[in-house]
Nanobody
């Protein structure tokens, strides 16, 4: 499975961005997908996940109510809508999948396939 995240950029605090995670392979629609982020000098942390069907999602407390994950399996793409961005949201954002058919929202440690990341910078 090959993943590619895109949509990052520079935005002012309070603004919005939508990230996309495009994948190759017909079986992508059967995999859960997670988003993670890594701020400068910090470890990579979990942001959100969506099940293969889109029926189940999970969010880190820091983004609840501001970020929304969704997917379009016909387009092999998962989206991360980020609203009311804050300077502390500045990070490289990665999408990943566990590559397990029919998975819901696996624990962060089970993601095996990663995209290259896209940089989000939020200015104050």
């Amino acid at each position: 499975v090959q993943l590619q995240a895109s949509g990052g950029g520079l935005v002012r605090a309070g603004g919005s961005l939508r990230l996309s995670c495009a994948a190759s392979g017909r079986t992508f629609s059967s995999y859960a997908v997670g988003w993670f982020r890594q701020a400068p000098g910090k470890e990579r942390v979990f942001v959100t996940a969506i099940s293969w069907s889109g029926d189940s999602t999970n969010y880190a407390d820091s983004v609840k109510g501001r970020f929304t994950v969704s997917r379009d399996n016909d387009k092999n793409t998962v989206y991360l809508q980020m609203n009311n961005l804050k300077p502390e949201d500045t990070a490289v954002y990665y999408c990943a999948t566990d590559g397990v058919a029919g998975s819901t929202c696996p624990p962060p440690g089970q993601y095996r396939y990663w995209g290259q990341g896209t940089l989000v910078t939020v200015s104050s």
